[in-house]
């Protein structure tokens, strides 16, 4: 058996043993796939797979054994040749990184054109989505890095969190609506209140909906989006109110609208999150290096062939 069939093997556990799933993922025939497996399991007089009616449900003993041995092996097969292109004069590759829409707009901006426009070998591949799509994403090892909120519900013997930033979450309404008028509003203020707010999909709106079980505060929500410009324009000569993180202030027409701090805020840590390994290749942890000096370090990015 190659490193091609070990792929193979692990991407059959990894697509809950559906051999039609699996050969879409790795590009081969379905019956390509299951002569494979019986020639490999023939020739070596071992059963991989526990099977009901002929159909794969599950490894056997010896499966565990050797699905284990062989995501190490292929780690370090990809470690290697990683390594290999490293050592290129010219510094060459991608990186994926997922980060939700709001995120990207109100603190990733500047990051991103910079490390782009200074590394024109790297592909720097951007993935927006909501924070649960994210976290599948990289459950999934799909993307290299998600950048999203805590709690990320990431296990920490697996996953690194690196935090970037911290504020809070505000609230953002009409001038002319009641509220406006107090220093400081409190999480009652919003009882039977019209919200617009980020839909399911959006780690705030889960956020929100906690605080206010806590608060025992019944909202009227009438509006979710995806949108965080579209819920402050909803509100906008309205009585609607939304609630944003705080740094979005920076990037509002502020014509009828004021921002307003809730005396008990809901904190936003955003942090960079990426699995565990022995090994990171040079441009991951260039990525690593150059969010930290950027975000917490307040120092300037550099080149990749520069930042080491």
Not at 39 to 46: C, N, S
Not at 130 to 147: P, S
Not at 266 to 290: D, F, G, T
Request: glycine share 2%; aromatic share 10%; proline share 4%.
């Amino acid at each position: 058996m190659d490193i091609t069939h070990l792929k193979y093997f692990v991407a059959i556990v990894e697509s809950d043993y559906n051999l039609s799933s699996a050969s879409k993922k790795i590009h081969v025939s379905q019956p390509a796939l299951t002569q494979y497996l019986r020639k490999f399991e023939d020739e070596e007089g071992i059963e991989l797979f526990s099977r009901i009616s002929g159909r794969l449900n599950g490894l056997t003993t010896s499966g565990e054994n050797f699905y284990s041995n062989a995501k190490i092996i292929i780690e370090q097969y990809d470690t290697m040749f990683k390594e290999l292109h490293e050592n290129s004069s010219s510094i060459k590759g991608s990186v994926t990184i997922g980060i939700p829409p709001l995120v990207l707009t109100v603190l990733f901006t500047e990051f991103l054109s910079k490390i782009i426009r200074l590394n024109p070998t790297i592909r720097f591949i951007i993935v927006e989505e909501g924070a649960f799509e994210l976290r599948r994403k990289l459950l999934l090892h799909e993307i290299d890095f998600v950048v999203i909120l805590q709690p990320t519900n990431l296990n920490p013997q697996i996953y690194v969190e690196d935090v970037l930033h911290t504020d809070q979450l505000t609230a953002f309404m009409c001038d002319k609506n009641p509220l406006a008028k107090k220093e400081k509003i409190t999480w009652k203020d919003l009882n039977h209140a019209e919200l617009a707010i980020f839909g399911e999909t959006f780690m705030i709106h889960h956020q929100l909906m906690k605080q206010f079980e806590i608060k025992d505060v019944k909202p009227n929500i009438i509006l979710k989006s995806t949108l965080w410009d579209f819920l402050l324009e909803s509100t906008r000569n309205t009585s609607a109110i939304t609630i944003l993180p705080s740094p979005t202030r920076n990037h509002i027409r502020w014509d009828n609208i004021v921002e307003k701090q809730f005396e008990e805020p809901i904190h936003w840590h955003v942090v960079l999150a990426y699995p565990q390994k022995a090994h990171y290749n040079r441009i991951e942890r260039y990525v690593r290096k150059s969010a930290m000096d950027h975000f917490v370090h307040n120092k300037k990015i550099k080149p990749i062939n520069q930042s080491e």
